[in-house]
Nanobody, 123 residues
């Protein structure tokens, strides 16, 4: 099971750090990703961490968001800086051990999902 946390209300230009904790341990084969869904919109890819540790980002967040992993805490983080009102959404973390690289941005490719955490960015 995955549990996402760290959402909240922040002003534009501010920062938040989201956490994705696994009830077990993230294995070396797990690909962990972050997605978001704004009201009335489809779920969209935000960032993911490939098995090698290489991060992959959506163009809309590149240079502002950073995905990282703390193996000791069994947690994957999404550091979000320079937040914009357009970043407002429910953020979900997801994981999958069999995902292929070409599907890393595809929500349907991930089998395990956290419950979501709401991020609201005010202007």
């Amino acid at each position: 099971q995955l549990q996402a946390s760290g959402g909240g209300l922040v002003q534009a230009g501010g920062s938040l750090r989201l956490s994705c904790a696994a009830s077990g341990r993230f294995s070396s084969s797990d690909v962990v990703g972050w997605f978001r869904q704004a009201p009335g919109m489809e779920r969209e890819f935000v960032a993911a961490r490939w098995r090698s540790g290489t991060p992959v980002y959506a163009d809309s967040v590149k240079g502002r968001f950073t995905i990282s992993r703390d193996s000791a805490k069994n947690t994957v983080y999404l550091q979000m800086n320079s937040l914009k009102p357009g970043d407002t959404a429910v953020y979900y973390c997801a994981a999958d051990s069999r995902l292929i690289l070409s599907s890393i941005r595809t929500a349907l490719a991930y089998d395990y999902w956290g419950q979501g955490t709401l991020v609201t960015v005010s202007s």
